[in-house]
């Protein structure tokens, strides 16, 4: 089992910046590629950005390529993910999953087998 808990979120203003982060518990961290997905009021669940297991290699979504900025630190256990220039539709709850073998990255939510609670970010205009 791997325990994975947001935090950071909050509300920012449009063009601003807010880094959250994945504290992860349990079985060995560093075994586990990393992602980052995010759910708008009414929406999907959608990816957002993922991280090989060493680090080393990331994946974004083209909505946020450029704009945001995944990494990992395996010695504390934690991803992150740094927010930059952000937009109203940003707006979600933003959560972490953990993926261990195959593919450092995926868009598909059942190939992640560890997800955590989630943290809101709200991008105010």
């Known amino acids: 089992q791997v325990q994975l808990v947001e935090s950071g979120g909050g509300l920012v203003q449009a063009g601003g910046s807010v880094r959250v982060s994945c504290a992860a518990s349990?079985?060995?961290?560093?075994?586990?590629?990393m992602g980052w997905f995010r759910q708008a009021p009414g929406k999907e669940r959608e990816f957002v950005a993922a991280?090989?297991?060493?680090?080393?290699?990331?994946y974004y979504a083209d909505s946020v390529e450029g704009r945001f900025t995944i990494s990992r630190d395996n010695a504390r256990n934690t991803v992150y993910l740094q927010m930059n220039s952000l937009k109203p539709e940003d707006t979600a709850v933003y959560y972490c999953a953990a993926k261990r073998g195959g593919s450092y990255w995926s868009p598909a939510k059942d190939e992640y087998d560890y997800w955590g609670q989630g943290t809101q970010v709200t991008v105010s205009s």
């Open positions: 349990g079985r060995t961290f560093s075994n586990y590629h």
């Open positions: 991280i090989r297991w060493g680090g080393g290699r990331t």
